[in-house]
């Protein structure tokens, strides 16, 4: 299928976040620059965070839903009462792409949405992946596995961890003398490219699903 029909007028995004907000900037700038033809349209935090502040601090709606607030009358989490919520703030906001940036609680992605949810893995996918491998972990399970290239990857998101379709890598040397640190930073630096670039692709309707290949057309 294609993943999103041609658009006149930007793109709506929606951002989800957990963390400091960097991937956030890094549209915004791109938006900003008129490098990406798109508008943020709502930032939905899953914490009090970094990345909350940013978002108000540029004048962009942000909601804060917290993933521990939801609860069952037994005490137990409410998995799909947290994602009815945030979806209904997608909803409520006309957002055309959902882009997750360092987004850290689960939420069941709605029908609706299929096809319209991106995410930012820093590895090359599938390997490093799946559930706990976010952030310096991944970094770490890298040098330890003695690669000598990582990089990152964006991809369409389905209800399964880092398992989605695959739209844009790019890759980086590993080197003897890394650190977690200095790998993540220059990593972090392609995924400044990589996920605009994937944004763009959408905006233009130029993504087409088939299965687990994703086509540029």
């Known amino acids: 299928m294609n993943a999103n029909a041609n658009k006149t007028k930007p793109i709506r995004l929606g951002v989800l976040l957990s963390g400091g907000g960097r991937t956030l900037e890094n549209i915004v700038e791109k938006i900003d620059a008129g490098e990406l033809d798109a508008q943020v349209a709502v930032v939905v935090a899953s914490r009090r965070c970094k990345g909350l502040d940013r978002a108000q601090e540029a004048n962009l709606k942000a909601k804060l839903v917290e993933y521990k607030s939801?609860?069952?009358?037994?005490?137990?989490?409410?998995?799909a009462g947290y994602s009815s919520a945030i979806?209904?703030?997608?909803?409520?906001?006309?957002?055309?792409?959902?882009?997750?940036?360092?987004?850290?609680?689960?939420?069941?992605?709605?029908?609706?949405?299929?096809?319209?949810?991106m995410n930012i893995h820093p590895a090359l996918l599938p390997s490093f992946g799946g559930h706990g491998m976010f952030g310096h972990h991944v970094h770490e399970a890298v040098l330890a596995a003695g690669c000598k290239v990582s990089g990152c990857t964006v991809h369409?998101?389905?209800?399964?961890?880092?398992?989605?379709?695959?739209?844009?890598?790019?890759t980086v040397e590993v080197r003897y003398e890394d650190s977690p640190d200095t790998l993540a930073e220059r990593i972090f630096e392609q995924e400044c490219i990589a996920y605009p670039r994937a944004i763009h692709l959408f905006a233009e309707g130029r993504l087409e699903i088939d299965g687990r290949v994703v086509r540029v057309i």
């Open 70 to 79: 939801f609860k069952r009358p037994d005490g137990s989490p409410d998995a």
């Open 87 to 117: 979806a209904g703030y997608l909803d409520t906001a006309k957002v055309d792409l959902v882009c997750m940036a360092g987004f850290l609680s689960f939420w069941e992605i709605p029908p609706n949405y299929d096809g319209r949810v």
């Open 156 to 170: 369409f998101v389905t209800n399964e961890y880092d398992a989605g379709p695959i739209i844009v890598q790019r």
